[in-house]
């Protein structure tokens, strides 16, 4: 005889059987609906055994055995310096709200429950079942002032589930900023996140990956340890990336660009097999790939090219800062760094502006 409990509004079956979901399968949480729900009537989704992440904490915690079958700790994780705040602000979190936020006046928060539907977590995509976004930059704000993309009932690729957070949301502005913006296909470059990229020629991607490689946010944010729980939950490197990525300057190293080396052979970087100079600026300067380098994209150059303004300015004939392709590796820059002046006299002997 077969104890299968029918979760009502999704006609989700908790059973032995139920390899889809680890929390509607018996052998993996035997404690069944009791593991979070409390008393006997569950009317309105509330009856949960404790709030938010302690709830969850109960089996993906410190001290916890997973009650069944041993639960991965996402506790730990949370308490690396970069995380996601979860901690302090998941009981902002409504079970109703809709994201990306409408208002300015919106709480900026995020919750277990923002990345996960308790029910339906699945072993192949945790975040099975939840809305998704998808900006349209060009479009602006719709309809009273709701920003404008494609709101979806249920994401499709890990960024759409992202976005609801990192794009053109109201309370965006005093968060970490849209992300979208250095994302978007239409940009002159871009990491292949929404889709392949646009340079045909990148001779340093590693085995594996190639010029119409799609990667995912989940491959650059994460847990720093490769052998924790996977997920953008805490890492020891902010901004929760999975490995060090050194954005001051000072000595190159194998580890200092670890995240970028991960998928860029550094004997290719350091070799000069694309841009002419990499060798000079990042191993004998000591500069670091962000003084030319964004790490998402940029919507007016090739190659991810968007000088740091920290220490990146222009030339001493006032040019610049300006990067102009010319044939592939030996482009021409205008601008100031760290007192380096590369000024227009190299063009023409012209005084600036042009
Ligand atoms: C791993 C924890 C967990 C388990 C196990 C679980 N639930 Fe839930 N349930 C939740 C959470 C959390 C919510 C609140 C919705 C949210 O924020 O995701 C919820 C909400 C609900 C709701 C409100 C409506 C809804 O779908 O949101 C009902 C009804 C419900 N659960 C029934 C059940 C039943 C029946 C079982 C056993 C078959 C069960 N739950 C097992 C965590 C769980
Ligand atoms: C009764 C113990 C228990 C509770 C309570 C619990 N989990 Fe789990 N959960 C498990 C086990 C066991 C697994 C399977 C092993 C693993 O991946 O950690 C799991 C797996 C997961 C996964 C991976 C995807 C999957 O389905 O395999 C996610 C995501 C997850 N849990 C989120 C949550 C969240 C969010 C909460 C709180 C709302 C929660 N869990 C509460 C026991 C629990
Ligand atoms: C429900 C909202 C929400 C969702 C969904 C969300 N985030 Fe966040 N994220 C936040 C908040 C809030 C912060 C804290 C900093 C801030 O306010 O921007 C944050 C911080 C971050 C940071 C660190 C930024 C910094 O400046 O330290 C990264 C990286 C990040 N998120 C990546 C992701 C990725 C990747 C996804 C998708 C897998 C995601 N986020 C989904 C709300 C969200
Ligand atoms: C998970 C793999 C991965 C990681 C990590 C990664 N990249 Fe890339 N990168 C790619 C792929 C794939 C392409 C090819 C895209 C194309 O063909 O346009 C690429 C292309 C590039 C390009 C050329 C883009 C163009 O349009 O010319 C630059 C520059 C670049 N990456 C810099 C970096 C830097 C700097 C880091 C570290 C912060 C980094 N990458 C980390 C996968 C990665
Ligand atoms: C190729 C690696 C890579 C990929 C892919 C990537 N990021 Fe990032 N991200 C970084 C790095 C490196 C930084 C830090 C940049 C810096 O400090 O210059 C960063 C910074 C951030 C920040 C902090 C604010 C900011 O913009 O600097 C957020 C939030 C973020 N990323 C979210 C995302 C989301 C969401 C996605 C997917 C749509 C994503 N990232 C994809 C490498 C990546
Ligand atoms: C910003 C979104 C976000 C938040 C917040 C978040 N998670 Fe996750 N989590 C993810 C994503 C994305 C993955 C899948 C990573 C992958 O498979 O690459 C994941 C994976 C997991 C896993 C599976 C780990 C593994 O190794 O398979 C568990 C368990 C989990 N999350 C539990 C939690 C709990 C508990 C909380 C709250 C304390 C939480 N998550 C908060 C996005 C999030
Ligand atoms: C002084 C500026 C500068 C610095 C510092 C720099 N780059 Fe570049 N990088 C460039 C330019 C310019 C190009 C494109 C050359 C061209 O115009 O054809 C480029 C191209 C690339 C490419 C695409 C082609 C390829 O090699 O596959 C990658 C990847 C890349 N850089 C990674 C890095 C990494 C990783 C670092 C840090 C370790 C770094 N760069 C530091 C200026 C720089």
């Known amino acids: ?3 299968a409990l029918l979760l009502a509004a999704s006609c989700i079956a908790y059973a032995a059987s139920n390899r889809d979901y680890s929390h509607m399968n018996k052998l993996v949480n035997t404690e069944g609906c009791k ?4 008393g006997r009537g569950m009317s309105g989704g509330g009856m949960l055994k404790s709030g938010r992440e302690k709830l969850c904490y109960g089996c993906h915690g410190i001290n916890s055995t997973g009650r069944g079958r041993a639960a991965s700790d996402i506790e730990s994780v949370m308490q690396k310096s970069s995380r996601h705040p979860v901690e302090d602000t998941a009981y902002l979190h409504k079970r109703s709200e809709v994201l990306p936020a409408q208002s300015p006046m919106a709480q900026r928060h995020v919750a277990c429950s923002d990345c996960h539907l308790s029910h339906v977590t699945s072993p192949g995509k945790a975040w099975n079942g939840l809305p998704g976004y998808r900006p349209s930059p060009s479009l602006g704000l719709g309809k009273a002032g709701r920003p404008a993309g494609t709101y979806m009932k249920e994401a499709r690729f890990e960024y759409e ?12 502005g005093g968060g970490s900023g849209d992300v ?13 996140v929404e889709i392949a990229g646009r340079n045909s020629r990148v001779p340093s991607l590693v085995q594996g990956l190639n010029e119409t490689s799609v990667i995912k946010c989940g491959s650059c944010h994460g847990n720093s340890d490769p052998s924790g729980p996977a997920g953008p939950h805490g890492s020891d490197y902010a901004p929760l990336l999975i490995a060090e990525y050194r954005t001051a300057d000072g000595p190159e190293s194998a580890i200092s660009y670890t995240l970028c080396y991960i998928c860029h052979d550094r004997n290719s970087i350091l070799g000069d097999e694309s841009f002419r100079s990499h060798r000079n600026h990042v191993a004998l300067q000591n500069l670091s790939c962000k003084n030319c380098h964004n790490a998402h994209g940029s919507s007016s150059n090739r190659h991810l090219i968007e000088f740091d303004s920290m220490g990146v300015s222009n030339a001493s004939d006032g040019a610049g800062p300006l990067y102009l392709l010319g044939a592939p590796g030996t482009p021409k820059c205008f601008l100031n ?10 063009i023409n002997g012209n005084p600036w502006p042009w």
């Not at 589930?161 to 309370?171: E, I, K, Q, V």
């Not at 979208?180 to 292949?192: A, D, G």
Request: with cysteine.
């Open 1 to 3: 005889m077969v104890a």
């Open 161 to 172: 589930l992202c976005y609801r957070c990192h794009s053109d949301g109201a309370d965006s």
């Open 35 to 38: 593991a979070c729900h409390a």
């Open 180 to 192: 979208s913006l250095e994302m978007e296909p239409s940009n002159m470059s871009y990491h292949p």
């Open 337 to 346: 760094c760290h007192g380096a002046d590369h000024n227009s006299s190299d």
